[in-house]
């Protein structure tokens, strides 16, 4: 089976999604960009828990499957996909998970655009509040467009986060660090509401977010596992 290795790592962050508690039922989606231009998708309808790299497809960038095991269609989350790869050259990956207290900022209508935690101003920057799509329509792309070249990490209104990276280790560890933030944000309001960090230290904060290639490009185990590609 062609890119054998990117099949299981793409699984292997299924699994982690699941396992953390992200998505139920078949929710969540994943894809990555392969080097000839198409993209690795997983299937629609199945649970994160039981993707194995058989089930997933091999789709152009208009959507249309060229590879997979009959009965599996490409997700019906994959317009939103395809639309961040098309306005941003430089993302490789796209995560979409349901993260239980990232998701209730975007059900409750909350961005994360604070700037209150040195670590999450470094990996991921601010985190805005995309407007309302119906999943699956064109609605969703459209309401992300706007902030896809500032941003790597969305939450969608009322439906749950999505994140690109360069490399699929980076667009899941900024899943990761969405969330962890997401509940810091809230312990923070719990205790009277988060401070934020002055300017001038945001400032030096977004100059060492340049100068970090493992979250800004691509990630180390980014060679290791694309290495049946090249
Ligand atoms: P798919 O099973 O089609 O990928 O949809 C899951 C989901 O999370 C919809 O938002």
Redesign the pocket.
Known sequence: MRYMELREQLCDVCHKMWQLGWVAA????VTVKLPDGNFLA?P???SKSMITPEKLVIIDAEGRVLEGEPGYKP???IKMHLRCYREREDVGAVV?A?PPTATGYAVAGKSLDQYSMIETVIAIGSIPLTPYGT?STDEVPEAITPYLAEHDVFLLQN??ALTVGADLITAYYRMETLELFAKISLAAHLLGGAKEIERPQIDKLLYLREHYYHVTGKHPGYKHYNKDEQ
């Open positions: 078949n929710d969540g989606n997983t629609t309808g199945i997700s019906s989350e979409h349901h999943p439906h749950g």
